[in-house]
């Protein structure tokens, strides 16, 4: 019996009023800000996802980790830590609609945990590595 493909996944929305940016950091690292309790991702920082996924396409030894965060506080730890998955899966979305195989993605939703202070609250790290030697 042939097999046939997937259906492709639905297009991931874009709020063209959304806040958030989108900002290049060293090390193969993309930082993507939200607006505070929003997951919406804006034309710029769905297209920054983009330019990612267009590498790991180019470069299929590669695996895409998303970690993301959501300010908080301290007598509700839960209300932030699903908007911080919102936010990873939002991303990842993104990249599973422009061909990146959902196993290359890894998808880490940290809440108020590790939050630092230098980097700004509402945002998802994107970083792009290679797997260890030996494996794929």
Same mark, same amino acid.
């Given at each position: 019996? $042939? @097999?046939?493909? $997937? $259906? *492709?996944?639905?297009? =991931?929305? =874009?709020? *063209?009023? %959304?806040? !958030? ?13 939200? !607006?505070? !309790? /929003? /997951?919406?991702?804006?034309? @710029? #920082? ?11 396409? %180019?470069?299929?030894?590669?695996? =895409? #980790?998303?970690?993301?965060? &959501? @300010? !908080?506080?301290?007598?509700?730890? /839960? ?17 599973? @609609?422009?061909? =990146? ?7 880490? &939703? ?27």
């Amino acid at each position: 019996m $042939p @097999a046939h493909p $997937p $259906p *492709p996944p639905p297009p =991931v929305p =874009v709020k *063209p009023d %959304a806040p !958030g940016a989108a900002q290049a950091l060293p090390g193969q690292l993309e930082r993507i800000t939200f !607006g505070p !309790g /929003s /997951s919406d991702l804006n034309p @710029a #920082t769905a297209e920054a996802i983009r330019q990612i996924a267009a590498t790991a396409i %180019a470069h299929p030894e590669l695996l =895409v #980790t998303i970690t993301a965060w &959501a @300010a !908080g506080n301290n007598d509700d730890p /839960s209300t932030p830590r699903r908007l911080s998955l919102d936010r990873a899966l939002a991303a990842r979305a993104v990249l599973i @609609a422009n061909g =990146v195989v959902s196993e290359r993605i890894r998808t880490i &939703a940290k809440g108020m945990i590790d939050l630092g202070t230098t980097a700004p609250a509402d945002r998802a790290d994107i970083t792009e590595i290679l797997p260890p030697a030996g494996k794929k």
